[in-house]
């Protein structure tokens, strides 16, 4: 069993930055893709990030709303994923769970319980 942990929501302002972090509770393989999902109120859940990891260095995966403003990253040794959220928009309000799993996360083994990220507008 594998919990994830994830750190580092709150409330920013319309074009402000967070970055949220996720923990592994033990060390797992880095064949596993690590990343983010994230759960607006009345919506359904919406991929946002994801990092998988081969011989050849990371790979990343990002939803089309946030292309461009959102880095993932990945630190294997620590077991840790981070979301850096840039310029971030009132529409990015929403509970951000951490996954772990495979196929760019189509498959999720284990969920993180969620963080709030409220932005302002």
């Known amino acids: 069993q594998v919990q994830l942990v994830e750190s580092g929501g709150g409330l920013v302002q319309t074009g402000g930055s967070l970055r949220l972090s996720c923990a592994a509770s033990?060390?797992?393989?880095?064949?596993?893709?690590m990343g983010w999902f994230r759960q607006a109120p009345g919506k359904e859940r919406e991929f946002v990030a994801a990092?998988?990891?081969?011989?050849?260095?990371?790979?990343?995966y990002y939803g089309d709303s946030v292309k461009g403003r959102f880095t993932i990253s990945r630190d294997n040794a620590k077991n840790t994923v981070n979301l850096q959220m840039n310029s971030l928009k009132p529409e990015d309000t929403a509970v951000y769970y951490c996954?772990?799993?495979?196929?760019?996360?189509?498959?999720?083994?284990?969920w993180g319980k969620g963080t709030l990220v409220t932005v302002s507008s």
């Open positions: 996954a772990l799993g495979d196929r760019g996360l189509a498959d999720v083994h284990y």
């Open positions: 033990r060390r797992t393989s880095s064949s596993y893709d």
């Open positions: 990092i998988s990891w081969s011989w050849n260095g990371a790979n990343t």
